[in-house]
């Protein structure tokens, strides 16, 4: 019920700002199908894997800066590694997004085989540590605008679609969130998934069953990492713009905020939550500058009373990806 | 003669003073029961936790099936076909009774990496499933989730997960506790129905079931055996009954 009526008003709302020409509109509901797919990512590292990751920036920022630094060498006609490779940029976005997957995929891999030796609150401050130290890197990254980050003139292209009209690329995006969630739920039921949910509850019951709960640990670890960096890939041709802050802990905390707000291990959890954000924002936000006040009352209310988010609250018991 | 199931050489550990086991030799045979005695603290399920790869021992060797797995992690163990039960049941509560049978019959078929297909269209692996949970009569309530379950009734579970495995020998850890005298009836029935398809070394404090299966009983007392033969001589044995059993008489 709360799934179907979230879809359909991110069916419904766009198209109907599309009619009554209200882009700005489409636009919002673009922010924040791309936060929710950001979301989905960390959602399926955080409520089947149980892994507390305040480093999903980093894989937000990659799959930013995989669009940001193939289209900035492509608009400006700059091959990169012009002396060995001389690879050209690409204003395409299938190439930028299947380099923006492949990155933060292999960064994931390499950031959970070294912090998946921990548990807890170490593993927080090692994903932590990881995004901190992508984010001084790209301040001090000055090929690629460093602080000052890179703007792009055009918004990049997808075959058959013109992805300057804003209904157009929100059905990109929105095909994307779309994907993800079936994957969520597909990996939920399988196999995978179930040795993944037991690691999460009794790491000792799986491997006295001779499961490497370890190991389904990092793998969706990677999985998380290359949604999320995906997401990011959108969310900087959303812009045109990228920037050392999609790497800051302010952006991993508040994909974590998404996720919370609309529900852990619930599948549309980060959809709703992702949705709630930008809704307050957009509208406390005009009210106040300070409207995180009312965002921090709300996470605490349901942190406190709620802890199957919204979704759990609209609709009742927790089942694990419904 | 047939070798030994488990076969456990010189077993020590010790938790800084604390000697938890000491010089330990124990064997398991094939068609056995055999069970640990001792009271609280002997150091019992520190030692299952030693022979099942949790726990590294100081010194001393574990062999499965004449294969030396002192240095195997758990996972590899288990799957030479070690199966564990544990003291304080190890299950998933969120999950149904059937996610946790099915879990155990993932791993005894070892294909865990399968991402899309749901695991509930897994027909072997759920007829693996059902059959465990139907022989420690929990089929019914196959659907519910764990946390509902009676603290009786996740006993059974855990020894239904073990049986999912088909493994060549079990190690139960305390599966009477808690389960009544019906319960512990019920159980004491299953686990002798069980030594014909692969022996156990079962450690226990319910006395009635023990001196019902066992073959042999060896008592722990600080880490050491210090009696170890059939039931007979046991309750017979001076020394044990001084320690442990002259307790309860
Ligand atoms: N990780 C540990 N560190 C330090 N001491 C430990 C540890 N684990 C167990 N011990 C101690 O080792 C001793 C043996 O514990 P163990 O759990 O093996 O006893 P047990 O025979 O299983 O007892 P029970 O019948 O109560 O289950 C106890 O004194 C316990 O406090
Ligand atoms: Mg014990």
Same mark, same amino acid.
């Given at each position: 019920?709360?799934?179907?009526?979230?879809?359909?008003?991110?069916?419904?709302?766009? #198209?109907? &700002?599309? %009619?009554? @020409?209200?882009?700005?509109?489409? =636009?919002?509901?673009?922010?924040?199908?791309?936060?929710? +797919? *950001?979301?989905?990512?960390?959602?399926?590292?955080?409520?089947?894997?149980?892994?507390?990751?305040?480093?999903?920036?980093?894989?937000?920022?990659?799959?930013?800066?995989?669009?940001?630094?193939?289209?900035?060498?492509?608009?400006?006609?700059?091959?990169?590694?012009?002396?060995?490779?001389?690879?050209?940029?690409?204003?395409?976005?299938?190439?930028?997004?299947?380099?923006?997957?492949?990155?933060?995929? #292999?960064? &994931?891999? %390499?950031? @959970?085989?070294?912090?998946?030796? =921990?548990?807890?609150?170490?593993?927080?401050?090692?994903? +932590? *540590?990881?995004?901190?130290?992508?984010?001084?890197?790209?301040?001090?990254?000055?090929?690629?605008?460093?602080?000052?980050?890179?703007?792009?003139?055009?918004?990049?292209?997808?075959?058959?679609?013109?992805?300057?009209?804003?209904?157009?690329?929100?059905?990109?995006?929105?095909?994307?969130?779309?994907?993800?969630?079936?994957?969520?739920?597909?990996?939920?039921?399988?196999?995978?998934?179930?040795?993944?949910?037991? &690691?999460?509850?009794?790491?000792?019951?799986?491997?006295?069953?001779?499961?490497?709960?370890?190991?389904?640990?990092?793998?969706?670890?990677?999985?998380?990492?290359?949604?999320?960096?995906?997401?990011?890939?959108?969310?900087?041709?959303?812009?045109?713009?990228?920037?050392?802050?999609?790497?800051?802990?302010?952006?991993?905390?508040?994909?974590?905020?998404?996720?919370?707000?609309?529900?852990?291990?619930?599948?549309?959890?980060?959809?709703?939550?992702?949705?709630?954000?930008?809704?307050?924002?957009?509208?406390?936000?005009?009210?106040?500058?300070?409207?995180?006040?009312?965002?921090?009352?709300?996470?605490?209310?349901?942190?406190?009373?709620?802890?199957?988010?919204?979704?759990?609250?609209?609709?009742?018991?927790?089942?694990?990806?419904? | 003669?047939?070798?030994?199931?488990?076969?456990?050489?010189?077993?020590?550990?010790?938790?800084?003073?604390?000697?938890?086991?000491?010089?330990?030799?124990?064997?398991?045979?094939?068609?056995?029961?055999?069970?640990?005695?001792?009271?609280?603290?002997?150091?019992?399920?520190?030692?299952?936790?030693?022979?099942?790869?949790?726990?590294?021992?100081?010194?001393?060797?574990?062999?499965?099936?004449?294969?030396?797995?002192?240095?195997?992690?758990?996972?590899?163990?288990?799957?030479?076909?070690?199966?564990?039960?544990?003291?304080?049941?190890?299950?998933?509560?969120?999950?149904?009774?059937?996610?946790?049978?099915?879990?155990?019959?993932?791993?005894?078929?070892?294909?865990?990496?399968?991402?899309?297909?749901?695991?509930?269209?897994?027909?072997?692996?759920?007829?693996?499933?059902?059959?465990?949970?139907?022989?420690?009569?929990?089929?019914?309530?196959?659907?519910?989730?764990?946390?509902?379950?009676?603290?009786?009734?996740?006993?059974?579970?855990?020894?239904?997960?073990?049986?999912?495995?088909?493994?060549?020998?079990?190690?139960?850890?305390?599966?009477?506790?808690?389960?009544?005298?019906?319960?512990?009836?019920?159980?004491?029935?299953?686990?002798?129905?069980?030594?014909?398809?692969?022996?156990?070394?079962?450690?226990?404090?319910?006395?009635?079931?023990?001196?019902?299966?066992?073959?042999?009983?060896?008592?722990?007392?600080?880490?050491?055996?210090?009696?170890?033969?059939?039931?007979?001589?046991?309750?017979?044995?001076?020394?044990?009954?001084?320690?442990?059993?002259?307790?309860?008489?």
């Amino acid at each position: 019920m709360v799934n179907a009526a979230l879809v359909a008003a991110l069916v419904g709302v766009p #198209l109907w &700002a599309h %009619v009554a @020409g209200e882009p700005f509109t489409i =636009t919002l509901a673009t922010r924040a199908v791309i936060f929710a +797919l *950001a979301a989905v990512g960390l959602n399926l590292a955080l409520g089947l894997g149980g892994l507390v990751s305040l480093g999903h920036a980093v894989f937000f920022g990659i799959g930013g800066y995989a669009m940001g630094i193939l289209a900035f060498h492509a608009q400006n006609y700059l091959p990169m590694f012009p002396e060995t490779l001389a690879i050209e940029g690409t204003k395409s976005m299938p190439v930028i997004w299947l380099v923006a997957v492949i990155a933060s995929a #292999l960064a &994931a891999l %390499v950031i @959970g085989l070294l912090s998946l030796r =921990t548990a807890g609150v170490y593993f927080i401050m090692i994903t +932590l *540590a990881f995004g901190q130290m992508f984010y001084y890197f790209t301040i001090s990254w000055s090929a690629y605008g460093g602080e000052d980050g890179l703007s792009i003139w055009v918004r990049n292209g997808f075959p058959g679609l013109n992805t300057l009209d804003p209904i157009q690329f929100y059905g990109l995006c929105f095909t994307l969130l779309c994907g993800a969630l079936w994957l969520s739920h597909r990996i939920a039921r399988s196999p995978f998934g179930l040795m993944l949910n037991a &690691a999460r509850q009794v790491p000792h019951r799986v491997e006295t069953v001779g499961l490497d709960g370890q190991r389904a640990k990092l793998v969706v670890f990677v999985i998380s990492g290359a949604i999320t960096g995906l997401a990011g890939a959108l969310f900087a041709d959303l812009n045109r713009f990228v920037s050392p802050t999609m790497f800051s802990w302010h952006m991993s905390g508040e994909i974590m905020i998404f996720v919370i707000l609309g529900g852990v291990a619930r599948l549309f959890g980060p959809v709703a939550g992702a949705v709630l954000f930008v809704a307050m924002e957009h509208v406390l936000g005009d009210l106040s500058d300070y409207w995180h006040i009312y965002l921090g009352a709300l996470l605490l209310g349901i942190v406190l009373f709620a802890r199957g988010g919204v979704v759990g609250l609209l609709a009742g018991r927790a089942k694990s990806h419904d | 003669m047939t070798e030994p199931v488990l076969d456990i050489r010189g077993l020590t550990k010790s938790f800084g003073a604390l000697v938890v086991s000491d010089g330990i030799d124990l064997s398991l045979n094939p068609g056995e029961i055999h069970a640990v005695i001792g009271p609280n603290g002997a150091g019992k399920t520190t030692l299952i936790a030693q022979i099942c790869g949790a726990l590294a021992p100081d010194a001393g060797t574990i062999r499965l099936k004449g294969q030396d797995v002192t240095a195997l992690p758990t996972r590899a163990r288990a799957r030479m076909g070690l199966a564990r039960t544990f003291q304080i049941s190890a299950l998933a509560m969120e999950d149904t009774v059937l996610q946790n049978a099915l879990l155990g019959a993932l791993g005894a078929a070892g294909n865990p990496w399968r991402l899309f297909r749901p695991v509930l269209s897994d027909r072997a692996l759920r007829a693996r499933a059902e059959a465990a949970l139907d022989r420690v009569g929990l089929l019914e309530k196959a659907a519910m989730r764990t946390a509902d379950l009676s603290h009786g009734e996740r006993r059974q579970l855990e020894v239904a997960v073990a049986l999912t495995l088909e493994p060549a020998a079990f190690v139960m850890d305390e599966p009477m506790a808690g389960l009544g005298a019906e319960g512990g009836q019920k159980m004491t029935a299953l686990l002798d129905t069980l030594r014909h398809e692969a022996p156990i070394l079962l450690v226990e404090h319910d006395m009635d079931a023990v001196f019902a299966l066992a073959d042999r009983i060896s008592v722990l007392v600080y880490g050491k055996v210090i009696a170890s033969g059939p039931p007979d001589a046991i309750r017979a044995d001076a020394a044990v009954r001084d320690a442990y059993l002259g307790e309860e008489a």
